[in-house]
């Protein structure tokens, strides 16, 4: 059949192009009008090219049966590449495809979109995929959320062609987004012309037309091939008749009036149900599947239903939508409480009973809630509030339920109607366990949507409720810790966090206890009291993971950010490496903000600044795709991080002052503290010294106000404040500072706290003219530097140590010093910090060092590279990263004139 002009057709198939320019097409256009041919050319000719190509074809009953699509999109996978997949993936995909008992547990559907993600992959690895969905505005709502989710991720080798009816564009399609912008192209197909449509009946028919009966056909259709069609199968002499049907609808029931009576059965059958078959039909009808056969032959022939094995599919869905209407509502609640008895799917069951019913009905509601369970524990929580919905209609509208169907909002996604359902809860309910679990969720939802202090509130009111020994209350304590800890009151947080360990102990829940003692390790480590190596061994080995549960309440990623804040970093990256691959094998897509976040800031203590921009350009995409406070606030505070150390200033800055808004929005002073840090670090990097110290007052403020808080996660700006105030003068400030980190520094043995606090008395001295104490707190930081891998920061002392040496005339010292940290600024791509170096290195006033000559740096990594050690080691020994090493041997070589390291060996040898 014609789809349209030339033009339309290649644009439509542009999607199978090698370039890749294209990774989505949609196809749309009014009914009849062709869509599905022009998806099918689409098909057909992915096929041709050696596409593996997956398909669905919904349909409009089958949208409400979770995971139908999907199920038709996997059905000629084999079982056994799911069954290579991760555990959780694989139990998620075979739970929502009913391969396996759904009883168990609750199916995360995040796992099953990463699932259906993995299994695309894979079979992309070896053939390129097309995944085609044709009426994609009749998906199914969970089908729906793991396409949206896998489209954003596809890589280069799948592609996606879907079609959908042009008003239903917005919602249907207005959710499906592509990895790359600009990536989906829209094909709007518009009417045939007449010497098209001319070619259309043709084919169709076998013959030609008069030009004058085109011309008529075409009038009246307005151009609408399955219009065109339909005019030219009706009865009687319709072209000179004006009694002709004025509308599409209008001819597709006279179409059908046109069928007898048994076929007619068939049809509505088929229009109430997801799945007809033959068999289906032949219980309904207490038929025999034989005499099924002979009507359905019947309706085959005349162009209405087609067979696809045992499968029935209206030709057009026009049709099922006709034969639907065309029934009088008595009709059609009889035949779906006659289905009722008939089908086996609880989910289809619970529906059948909801549409029987005329008012309450107490056998409807208690059925709907089964299905709901079932939909939930299937991964599909969109799919079970609509159920809840229906039971709420039906008469059980109770507060228990409004809940949960809150719940299932939230865990959809719909956090808008989440929110409204439990707003009206919590107005109309004053007392008793079901305030209680409406504030709780309330609280939550607030909490990581847009308020913390209004999540407070709302906990607080909670709490004063629940004051038993309850799980409930042991969970809300922890959300209390949280909350309180990011709206900077860690004391109040520890407060709780010890409420909900003893709680959790005595009433014997060691997984609340594990999750209370690992909320209660982090708060009192942010509090100043050092790491409860103890506690938190306890909770890691007490964890059990549990549906639901925020990341940042789990023991094992608290293990590896608290690892990397008491300076253990590759031990911490490591671990949320471990956590980010875990939370990709469930589709938790949200978590990897948590990890993304502190990922980068490791990466830039290491120095690996590639790796941080890496994950900040990964995070603002993923922004984009999730929306949402917390997810924008993470990609602009770490793409303001990496642009700041990598001295991009404008884009640094632009960021920071987003994420500085996005955290007021939200009412977190705690978040709000990170893009100062940045913006406080931009400004020295650039000389701004006063605007500096103007960024970071409030900071300063609290930490004079309770200087035992002072750990790298909660004061890394303070050498920043200090090096401000030493080169405006304001010496007294910078010293009583000081001595704040050096305190800090001894009282927990911190390397990072004692080689910065040693840098920045040294720099203080140097400032009152005492030069041999800077020169001996000089030395003091460089010490504490070898137990830390921080190559930017040890940089920044050989910087400010370097320039002591100059100011005490020892020129060669000063000279090695500040080479070094010009060539650690360089080689990690700190074009500002690179650029004061050179400055420093100028006013030395010593001539230019040999090229041959090595500076000790370049030494230290020659003899051991010399001995052969590979360049992890090399950076193991040294604390310097990997690539900091690689950019030594690459000046070695050349300052060598060799080119392996077995030449490095012998000159090292002769040396």
Known sequence: MDVGDQQTRLTARSVLADDGATAAVVITGDPGIGKTTAWFDVVDTARAQGFRVLAARPVPTESVLPFASLADLLGDIAHDMSSELPDPQRIAIDRALLRIDTTAGVTDRRAVSAGFLAIVERLAATSPVLVAIDDLQWLDAPTRSVIGFAARRFSDRVRLVCAVRSDDFAVGAGWLETSRPGALVRVELGPLDRTALHRVLAARFGRTFTLSTVARIHWISGGNPFYAIELALSSGSWVNDASFPGTLVELVADRIDAIAQEGREVLFVAACVAEPTVGLVARVLDLTTTEVDRRVDDLESDGILA???????????????????????????????????????????????????????????????????????????????????????????????????????FNAGDIAQARELLDDLVTRTDTGVHRVAALGLLAVVRMFDDSLDDALDLLGQALALEDGASPVRAELLIAQAFAFANSQRVDAGVRSADDAVELARRIARADLESRALGMRTTLRFMRGDGLDTIGLRRAIETESRAPGVPIAFRPRAQHAILSAWVGDLDIGRSGLEAMRRECAEHGEEIELAFIAFHAAIIDIWRGDLGAARREAAQMAERARQLGGEMPEFVARTIGAMASAYAGVAEPARRDALAALEVARRWGSSTLSDWPRTVLGFLEVSTGRHENALDILAPMIADIRADPGTIEIITASFLPDAIEALVHLGRLDEADELTGMLERAGRRHDRAWTLAVGSRCRSAVSAARGDLPAALAAGTGALTAHARLAMPFELARTQLVVGEVHRRARHKEQAASLLAEARTTFSALGGALWAARADEAIARVGVGARSTDALTPSEQRVAELAAAGMINRDIASALFISPKTVEANLARIYRKFGIHSRAELGARIGSI
């Open 307 to 409: 067979v696809d094995g045992s499968r029935l599919r209206f030709d057009h869905p026009l049709f099922a939508r006709g034969v639907y209407a065309g029934a009088d509502p008595g009709r059609r609640r009889a035949m779906h409480r006659r289905l009722a008895d008939v089908v086996e799917q609880p989910e289809l069951r619970a529906r059948h009973l909801a549409l029987a019913a005329t008012g309450s009905d107490e056998q409807a509601v208690t059925a709907l809630d089964v299905a709901a369970d079932l939909a939930r524990r299937r991964g599909a929580p969109d799919t079970a509030a609509e159920l809840l919905g229906l039971a709420l209609r039906l008469g059980g509208d109770t507060p228990g339920r409004r809940i949960v169907l809150a719940q299932d909002h």
